[in-house]
């Protein structure tokens, strides 16, 4: 069975600072996507993650996928207020169907 | 942008009940699927949906749950009989291959009192 971890469950950042939240998965898997929820939302995709290697940046988000490793990264960089939310990883395999499986994600509350 | 839309938004019901909840994916999407998000909690998948049948479900989607595609464009999630413990956000989302990433619907909040 697929499982996928996060963490930290919850990150309290400084405003400026750069941070990392860390997604381990336990089986092989298609691809790797990160999203955002702000409170009572829906999912916001950010990132799908294709392949080893793989590096995705937008804004003050960025990130990476390896596949050996079964780790991906989110990195934000110089965290400001409007990034406060709860991100979420989750994986998927074709061989399951396409469903996603997610991690139980990182609640980021940046402060000035 | 085309996009998945769900309703109602936000459902009360009382325990026993059975709700209704409605799914319109994108015109194009054939692979369909429902999560369910406890509050505070991650996303759990609870059901695939392909060629006019299940896929895969999970454990938590037992014999109260039931999914159709009615008319072609709208996909339910039907509860038969509600529990305190359905309540929960549930999304409802869409893709047109399984080579292509989930669109999320805006999700209905129900509540089961």
């Known amino acids: 069975e697929l499982k996928v971890e996060q963490n930290p469950l919850f990150l309290s950042m400084q405003e400026g600072k750069n941070y990392t939240i860390y997604c381990n998965y336990s089986?092989?898997?298609?691809?790797l996507y990160w999203y955002r929820q702000d409170p009572g939302k829906s999912l916001e995709s950010l990132f799908v993650l294709l392949s080893n290697g793989a590096v995705k940046q937008e804004g003050r988000l960025m990130a990476s996928l390896d596949t050996k490793a079964r780790l991906s990264t989110l990195h934000i960089t110089a965290a400001v207020h409007d990034l406060s939310a709860t991100y979420f990883c989750a994986v998927d395999m074709a061989a399951a169907g396409n469903k996603l499986t997610f991690g139980g994600g990182t609640r980021v509350l940046v402060k000035p | 942008e085309p996009e998945v839309t769900q309703t109602p938004s936000h459902q009360v019901t009382q325990m026993g009940q059975e709700v209704i909840l409605r799914c319109v994916p994108i015109?194009?999407?054939?692979?369909f699927y429902w999560y369910r998000q406890i509050l505070g909690q991650k996303v759990e998948f609870l059901v695939s949906?392909?060629?006019?049948?299940?896929?895969?479900k999970s454990e938590i989607f037992d014999d109260q749950f039931s999914v159709e595609r009615p008319d072609g464009s709208n996909f339910t999630l039907k509860i038969r009989s509600t529990k305190l413990e359905d309540s929960a956000m549930y999304f409802c989302a869409s893709r047109d291959s399984s080579y292509n990433e989930q669109f999320f619907g805006p999700g209905t909040r129900l509540t089961v009192l």
């Open positions: 089986t092989t898997s298609d691809r």
């Open positions: 015109s194009n999407h054939l692979y």
């Open positions: 949906f392909y060629n006019n049948e299940i896929s895969e």
